[in-house]
């Protein structure tokens, strides 16, 4: 994959992203911060705007598809409430937790509390899409994403205080 | 006091108007603020004696903000190193549309039997296109995604470079009087302000971060404009283009960590008097002065309006467009508008006929009919290009 990167004076800057099937991916940032994108089917064709975002939205969206959640943890608890009542939790994982140790297979998470762990934050690092060989360890954060109420009692498992 | 305000009132809601109608009729808002100007100005609703917008001391100096705040913008978004990391090719295509462009009307001027600085004013209005016009049309059609918008842009910051040096000298040999030593003193007072100030800005960033180095928006707007508007009033007083000097100050604030707050706090105000420019330079206009002017245009438009896509066409080439993009560059290359009017008020404060009548009304004709007809060339280029480049190809 190429990205090229090239300024527009007086207006921003523009960045194309090379797709598989050869069509263009084309952003175009302006001074302002709203971004438009494009899509160019080839080389030679127009293109065709897809949407565009203002500066704050594309932020959001752009975490979204990095997938990679960095907002620093503060609480013992952050939800990002999606459509339908599905959140995204981020969960610290105490040394006393019954989880340290244990790898994602080995919980069984999914089948036991309906949710999946899409990410593991380790230190600086993320891992995205853990393996299920990968085991938790005290001081990870696990980003969950489940319904509300599984959540909620995927959180009183970690924490140790189930009732 | 109150006549006065009134005006002004008159102004700003043919202003707001004008902006409601080009929306409507998805026109630039350039040439609309200028027919509004030539509405509401003492040639049309003053010769009908109804309440009318003199063109006097008021309406002058608040045009005169407008184009200091434009040329301070130009200034503020030009950067030498982007002119630089893609210079063969900007240069390539910016030497083509200049050794293109500019001759045509210099010569047209010539054998209208003008002088050769009347002949330069006219050939500096028939080369500018419009930065403001042309990057609206460019992110209307999406244009602005595709390769073309590159030698488009490019081309335009050439001529933006080309533009401040061309206003210096014009602006000094149009006040030069008559002899030709007075003449040389005021290009050499010109150039030596001018030096001072490129030293300035290239010295002085630290001076100028600190500067604006200023909490809240009020302060900072205020000491933006306190800077900008006193430089370009000093060179005024010492017979330099005001526009020029507030193109250095824009070009000093440029590699500041203050440019983005800038654009953002002071755009609307830029906005406010470039708009009440517009309509000033419509105030000034006769449309009877435009009709006698009307053959000239005729010319200059028949000429102009194909040396402008030639020169577009060579220019993109140099990027290594294909043949479609390449006629794109060149149409859209078509529109005049806002540098052309600031030419042509330079032109004004000059003393022979030509200057203070005749130029000024066909850059208004002119300005008027290419930045309407380069929106046109621009929506149909796909099939003008079909008609035109294919034809050319089988020959």
């Keep these: 994959m190429t990205v090229y990167e090239s300024d527009l004076p007086g207006v921003g800057k523009k960045h194309e992203i090379e797709l598989d099937d050869g069509s263009r991916l084309v952003v175009v940032t302006h001074h302002a911060g709203k971004r438009e994108v494009y899509r160019r089917p080839s080389e030679d064709a127009d293109s065709e705007k897809l949407f565009e975002l203002s500066d704050k939205l594309a932020r959001q969206v752009g975490t979204i598809l990095e997938g990679a959640y960095f907002q620093p943890v503060k609480t013992d608890r952050i939800e990002t409430l999606l459509a339908g009542n599905v959140v995204i939790e981020w969960i610290d994982v105490a040394p006393e937790s019954p989880l340290v140790g244990v790898t994602l297979a080995g919980a069984n998470i999914r089948q036991k509390y309906g949710i999946s762990i899409i990410a593991i934050q380790r230190g600086d690092e993320t891992i995205p899409s853990p393996a299920a060989d990968t085991s938790i360890e005290s001081g990870d954060t696990l980003v969950v994403l489940g319904q509300k109420d599984a959540c909620r009692s995927f959180v009183g498992h970690v924490t140790g205080n189930e009732d | ?395």
């Design chain 2, 1 to 395: 006091m109150a006549a006065g305000l009134s005006q002004i009132g008159l102004l700003f809601f043919g202003v707001a108007v004008a902006g409601v109608i080009a929306a409507r009729i998805g026109l630039s808002v350039i040439p609309v603020y200028v027919v509004i100007g030539i509405v509401l100005g003492p040639n049309v609703a003053g010769a009908f004696d109804l309440l009318y917008v003199e063109s006097g001391e008021l309406t002058t100096v608040l045009g005169e903000l407008g184009i200091i705040l434009l040329l301070f913008f130009l200034g503020l978004e030009f950067s030498i190193d982007r002119l630089l990391s893609t210079r063969q090719r900007i240069t390539s295509a910016g030497v083509i549309d200049i050794v293109i462009n500019l001759p045509v009307g210099i010569v047209l001027g010539l054998v209208l039997g003008w002088s050769l600085v009347e002949s330069l004013l006219l050939g500096g209005i028939v080369y500018i296109s419009s930065s403001a016009i042309i990057t609206k049309s460019l992110i209307d059609l999406g244009w602005i995604a595709n390769p073309e918008s590159e030698p488009i842009l490019g081309i335009l910051v050439f001529e933006d470079l080309v533009i401040a040096v061309y206003l210096a000298i014009v602006a000094s040999l149009v006040a030069g009087g008559s002899g030709l030593q007075e003449t040389a003193t005021n290009v050499g007072v010109a150039m030596g302000f001018l030096l001072v100030l490129v030293v300035a800005v290239y010295y002085g960033e630290q001076w100028f971060e600190r500067l604006l180095d200023v909490d809240g928006g009020e302060l900072f707007v205020l000491r933006v404009l306190g800077i900008a508007v006193p430089v370009a009033a000093l060179a005024l007083a010492l017979g330099v283009s005001e526009a020029v000097a507030a193109f250095f100050v824009g070009m000093g604030f440029s590699s500041t960590d203050h440019k983005e707050r800038i654009e953002d706090l002071l755009t609307p105000v830029r906005d406010v008097f470039a708009a009440v420019f517009f309509v000033w330079i419509g105030l000034g206009t006769d449309p009877a002065v435009v009709l006698d002017v009307i053959g000239l245009l005729a010319i200059a438009v028949v000429l102009t309006a194909p040396a402008k896509v030639v020169s577009g066409y060579y220019g993109a080439r140099q990027f290594g467009l294909d043949e479609r993009r390449s006629f794109r560059t060149g149409v859209t290359m078509v529109t005049r508008g806002e540098f052309s009017l600031i030419i042509a008020a330079t032109a004004a404060a000059g003393t022979t006929e030509v200057m203070t009548q005749v130029i000024p009304a066909f850059a208004v004709g002119y300005v008027l009919v290419m930045s309407v007809l380069g929106s046109v060339l621009m929506q149909y280029a796909d099939q003008l290009e079909a008609v035109i480049l294919r034809r050319g190809s089988t020959s």
